[in-house]
């Protein structure tokens, strides 16, 4: 077939045909980007009346329970089926204890939610990097972040969130073997219908940066690189993806998007789960500055970003332009 489209050739051949009108284009269109595909993160914290911007990240807030309710019901009319929360807790220790409280910042909005939209898709962070006092996603021996003895905890983080009733458990701390230690976790405790969404291929990444302003979740010590994925690495990240599932993950990410699109694909075509991909906080954060100098078009920008996130084979994405781009697609 495409050696005869090669012998064919010009004037024959004209692929400008299928592009000469808007409904030519639509219709003829590989890739379609929906409100159906995008996942609201957002960030709780303790208290009442409070929605504090994050300076780094432009449009986006840290809201206590209350007014978090009324960002969910604007995003849910929007059309949006899921959101990804973030929790910032009253305190923080050597284990991050606060983390796995029934009654925690994080379990407590999750009760709240379910009960006011109980059709939303609630997908819970599970990590100890915002709880710990030291910053790490697990538990610290002699300056290290000690695999092991770090599965119990993050196990029971996850345990927490679903008696919250979170129907998504999405580990980020990428210890190994956190994927089995939390399904055998929750399916002891009657919980086998809770998901896990595992962080499979989470990078060392520079583009993290405004997130860790906004979660409050920068490490005090050294970095993340012993646990965290060196962003030269495409096979491992395959190995870290296949591994997951085959201890029961039940959609896999790559995170972060933009720099890793063709990680995505090489993960969409080795498994048969939903692929989501992350679209990071910095990568919001160069749109959002770009434009506010009026150096590109923020409408135009996002909706390209997002949809080559999907034409490299994500179903979902984790976005924070989620509300705009959902409002974009509306309206057409």
């Known amino acids: 077939m495409t050696s005869g489209l090669i012998q064919r050739g010009f004037p024959q051949v004209r692929l400008r045909r299928l592009r000469r009108t808007p409904a030519l284009r639509e219709l003829v269109q590989e890739t379609r980007l929906s409100v159906e595909d995008l996942i609201y993160p957002l960030f709780v914290q303790p208290g009442s009346g409070l ?98 003895q770090t599965l119990p905890l993050i196990a029971e983080i996850a345990l927490s969130h679903a008696r919250a009733g ?13 994927v089995k230690a939390i399904r055998e976790k929750l399916d002891a405790h009657g919980f086998s219908q809770v998901a896990i969404l595992a962080y499979a291929a989470k990078f060392a990444s520079a583009f993290y940066g405004p997130f860790r302003e906004a979660a409050d979740s920068s490490p005090g010590f050294g970095d993340r690189r012993s646990y965290q994925m060196n962003p030269a690495n495409r096979r491992e990240a395959l190995q870290e993806v296949l591994l997951d599932v085959a201890e029961g993950a039940d959609l896999v990410m790559v995170k972060p998007a933009l720099a890793y699109l063709d990680v995505i694909r090489e993960v969409r075509e080795t498994v048969l789960c939903p692929v989501v991909a992350y679209n990071v906080s910095g990568e919001y954060s160069l749109v959002k500055a770009a434009a506010a100098e009026g150096w590109v078009d923020e409408r135009q920008v996002v909706l390209e970003i997002l949809t080559g996130i999907k034409r490299a084979g994500a179903d979902l994405i984790i976005t924070y332009f989620a509300k705009d781009a959902a409002q974009w697609l509306r309206q057409g």
């Open 51 to 148: 929605k504090s911007p994050v300076a780094s990240m432009p449009g986006v807030f840290r809201f206590s329970p209350d007014l978090l309710l009324e960002e969910v019901a604007a995003a849910v009319d929007l059309g949006i089926l899921a959101v990804l929360l973030f929790g910032l807790p009253h305190y923080k220790d050597e284990l991050g204890t606060a983390a796995y409280d029934d009654q925690g910042i994080v379990q407590e909005t999750v009760r709240m939610l379910k009960k006011h939209f109980p059709d939303l898709v609630v997908i819970t962070d599970v990590c100890l990097c915002g709880y710990t006092s030291h910053g790490h996603c697990g538990v610290v021996r002699d300056g290290e972040v000690d695999n092991d």
């Open 166 to 178: 979170a129907d998504i458990v999405a580990p980020s701390d990428m210890m190994d073997g956190r």
